[in-house]
């Protein structure tokens, strides 16, 4: 039977979660390997190691997100483009201080056997709305 839209919306759901509970193995379990990530810090590919060390070690940590807008594309029966806006919370590691981020992301996932891995995640800010003179 194939994925349905929500199974896949519900995938992506589970990988946030995990990183709000910095579960790095319940990430991990979710993640291709190698793995690729486009952000502001630049193109990544990292293995699950490296994104252990990520999850456990890096500065910020995501406190909350609420999803909007979000589609998928499926361009074949192993393949889904999850595209959606987020605002998240983000918490220094170390100074405790947050900041909120709205961010426009989207994630690759790829059937290997019976289950889906994300095998590519970008983020981008969101475009701050222009006052119309």
């Not at 759901?13 to 291709?32: G, M, P, Y």
């Not at 987020?86 to 170390?94: D, I």
Request: aromatic residues 6%; charged residues 25%; glycine residues 4%.
């Amino acid at each position: 039977m194939p994925t349905t839209e929500k199974d896949l919306i519900g995938l992506e759901t589970q990988f946030w979660q995990a990183l709000i509970n910095q579960d790095a193995d319940a990430a991990i379990k979710l993640l291709s390997e190698p793995a690729l990530m486009v952000s502001a810090h630049g193109a990544m590919q990292f293995d699950h190691a490296a994104y252990r060390k990520m999850v456990d070690k890096g500065t910020m940590i995501i406190t909350s997100y609420e999803f909007s807008d979000m589609k998928v594309l499926r361009p074949n029966p192993t393949t889904a483009i999850l595209t959606y806006s987020v605002k998240q919370v983000l918490k220094s590691r170390e100074k405790g201080e947050s900041a909120t981020q709205e961010m426009n992301d989207s994630s690759t996932w790829i059937k290997v056997g019976t289950s889906w891995k994300c095998v590519m995640h970008t983020e981008s800010p969101a475009a701050k709305e222009m006052a119309h003179a």
